[in-house]
């Protein structure tokens, strides 16, 4: 049906930056929402950045200021900037789809694999 694929996590060094990012592909759909959640170790999955249907950003208070996700739907892609990056950011991040194909009568959520992030001290 359809495949979230991400990319662009690695190792940085706290203060730096990452760029994420997420390719759907596969059937054709309409997105309701998309964006990333994370995963610490020994945590819950946690919402990092939600882009909604209508232009709706939706940030965690930890990353406000910090994190900036983007959308290219042309290109079926989102984006997650992440700059000053701390320590606390470490995890698994996973991006995220509310959206519906086009033969199927409801929306499903999708999910990719993940992508590690390790923010060093």
């Known amino acids: 049906q359809v495949q979230l694929v991400e990319s662009g996590g690695g190792l940085v060094q706290a203060g730096g930056s990452l760029r994420l990012s997420c390719a759907a592909s596969?059937?054709?759909?309409?997105?309701?929402?998309i964006g990333w959640y994370r995963r610490a170790p020994g945590k819950q999955r946690e919402l990092v950045a939600v882009?909604?249907?209508?232009?709706?950003?939706n940030y965690a208070d930890s990353v406000k200021g910090r994190f900036t996700i983007s959308r290219d739907d042309a290109k079926k892609m989102v984006y997650l900037q992440m700059n000053s990056l701390k320590p606390e950011d470490t995890a698994v991040y996973y991006c995220?789809?509310?959206?519906?194909?086009?033969?199927?009568?409801?929306?499903?959520?999708?999910w990719g694999q993940g992508t590690q992030v390790t923010v060093s001290a």
């Open positions: 995220y789809a509310d959206l519906r194909v086009d033969w199927a009568y409801y929306p499903k959520d999708y």
């Open positions: 882009s909604e249907r209508g232009g709706y950003l």
């Open positions: 596969g059937s054709t759909f309409t997105i309701n929402a």
